[in-house]
């Protein structure tokens, strides 16, 4: 096996690259807080026995990750930016990222894609139908590390609820980040002064996604919940939508809230009105 871990891979020809899946070839690649940058990674295997491909907790800009052929593809809480592009193997495990302007291709038989934050819309939006995918802006700090989010970012505490966010600090939140800092301790907080935000051209609900319990969010644009997503809303939940913002609704809507504890649609602001829900 190979293991690359914090390491900075800029304009190369080619950051790896695999041929086959011959015995003298290493069966499991592994990058590990990596920033791969103008630097394509391009694995094949033309024989029987699987080989693997791991990404976690990596920046990816303007970069190819190609796989063909009997190859077991995780990729999990990374920054796709900058024009990168996925080509899926067979096998493949797609959870917990941020696509940015970034898109994935050829996805053939039936991989796990959960939990994404894809930003602009995606045209392949199909392949993001699994639970937990949404489209927005998912704002990105202009300081630091450049993969910090800020502390309205949707990503903060949207990841897969059954993951481990032990190493996040403070409290946590209850559930992991998507991004490249997820369950590091560098994963931004909630601040509860600070509403989460919901922004961008075209704000979707992807797969079967919830607002967690007693969550404040401000949706700046028109939302849709896709036909084949559920959108569940659980108590406590208040979302502030701006001027003539609506929540279109072309799937499913689960919203019950309790009597000590009801879930509140209202305006952004202290005048105006906002739009409607809409099915």
């Known amino acids: 096996n190979i293991s690359f871990s914090n390491i900075r891979f800029e304009n190369n020809l080619k950051t ?22 103008s630097s394509p990674i391009e694995h094949i295997n033309t024989y029987i026995e699987n080989m693997s491909l791991n990404l976690k907790n990596c920046v990816v800009e303007n970069s190819i990750i190609s796989t063909q052929g009997n190859i077991n593809l995780t990729l999990v809480n990374n920054d796709f930016k900058s024009n990168s592009n996925i080509t899926l193997s067979t096998n493949s495990t797609v959870k ?57 970012s949707p990503c903060i505490d949207a990841g897969d609820p059954n993951d481990d966010f032990s190493n996040e600090p403070g409290d946590n939140g209850g559930r992991i980040n998507i991004g490249s800092l997820g369950n590091t301790s560098f994963a931004t907080q909630v601040n509860p002064l600070v509403h989460q935000v919901l922004s961008g051209s075209s704000i979707t609900f992807l797969g079967n996604y919830f607002f967690k319990a007693n969550s404040e969010w401000n949706i700046n644009n028109s939302a849709n919940v896709s036909a084949n997503a559920q959108l569940i809303i659980n108590p406590g ?37 906002w739009g409607n829900l809409s099915f």
């Open 16 to 37: 790896f690259s695999i041929s086959d899946g011959r015995p003298t070839n290493p069966y499991q690649v592994d990058f590990l807080n990596c920033k791969i940058s």
């Open 237 to 273: 939940v208040k979302l502030n939508f701006n001027s003539a913002a609506t929540l279109l609704v072309k799937g499913a809507l689960n919203a019950q809230g309790l009597e000590n504890n009801k879930i509140t649609f209202d305006r952004i602001g202290s005048s105006g009105t």
């Open 96 to 152: 917990n990222n941020i696509f940015y302007n970034s898109t994935i291709t050829n996805v053939i038989i039936g991989p796990s894609i959960t939990y994404n934050c894809i930003y602009p819309y995606p045209q392949n939006s199909s392949i993001y139908s699994q639970p937990g995918n949404f489209s927005a802006e998912p704002h990105f700090s202009t300081s630091g590390n450049g993969s910090q989010l800020f502390e309205y």
